[in-house]
């Protein structure tokens, strides 16, 4: 799976992924990370996620990072912002107000872009890689954002083999196997949530549950 991937899902309108309203688990456990006013979050893989337009009315400044210029337009003319923009290595930066998006690679941003992150908000990224590609998710990305980070993750899990990801089944010996090594770990909420995803039903998906989990980087 390459960045093409998810260009042309954008290209042809393929977006299932999108929610259209602001995430209820976000809501419900984004308080409990403790987070100063004004701290910066890390959103990678955002597309146009209403959830960054609510995590900036919370007093957070956001920091997302996609692919498709088509998910960035559509997020700041949906939300009735006017961006203004610049180029740096990382790709083209829109910013308005509180929130700003970065037009390029997650995985190239460096440690120096990173620093000044106090949280990840990751609802749809480790859920969209394959392994290898989660692997190089958190072994680069997060190995570079500094210690004392903390994150809010929202994985899906359903039986192996009854679908062909993304979104990719993520269960908590896999959260275990990738974070463990340097971030604290607490699974806060698991609930099942197949009878309201059809789409997942109609695929032949006999079980599915979204867990949130609140991470800590320890090192």
């Known amino acids: 799976m390459d960045a093409g991937y998810w260009q042309r899902r954008w290209e042809e309108g393929r977006t299932g992924f999108h929610n259209d309203r602001v995430m209820p688990l976000l809501e419900q456990h984004w308080p409990s990370l403790g987070l100063a006013p ?38 700041f003319e949906e939300n009735g912002l006017s961006p203004d923009t610049r180029e740096s290595p990382l790709g083209t930066h829109f910013s308005a107000g509180a929130i700003e998006i970065i037009r390029g690679d997650a995985f190239a941003l460096d440690a120096a872009t990173l620093a000044g992150c106090a949280a990840v908000y990751d609802r749809a990224a480790l859920i969209a890689l394959p392994r290898p590609m989660r692997d190089r998710y958190v072994g680069e990305l997060h190995a570079r954002l500094p210690a004392g980070c903390r994150e809010l993750l929202v994985t899906l899990e359903y039986p192996e083999g009854e679908k062909a990801g993304p979104p990719f089944a993520i269960d908590a010996d896999e959260v275990r196997r990738l974070y463990a090594r340097d971030w604290a770990i607490e699974q806060v909420e698991r609930r099942d949530i197949l009878a309201s995803q059809p789409r997942f039903i109609d695929e032949g998906v006999t079980a599915l549950h979204t867990t949130v989990w609140r991470l800590a980087k320890t090192r």
């Open 38 to 75: 004004d701290s910066r979050v890390l959103v990678p893989l955002c597309g146009k996620s209403l959830d960054m337009a609510w995590l900036a009315a919370q007093g957070f400044r956001v920091l997302g990072v996609e692919l498709s210029p088509i998910a960035i337009a559509q997020f």
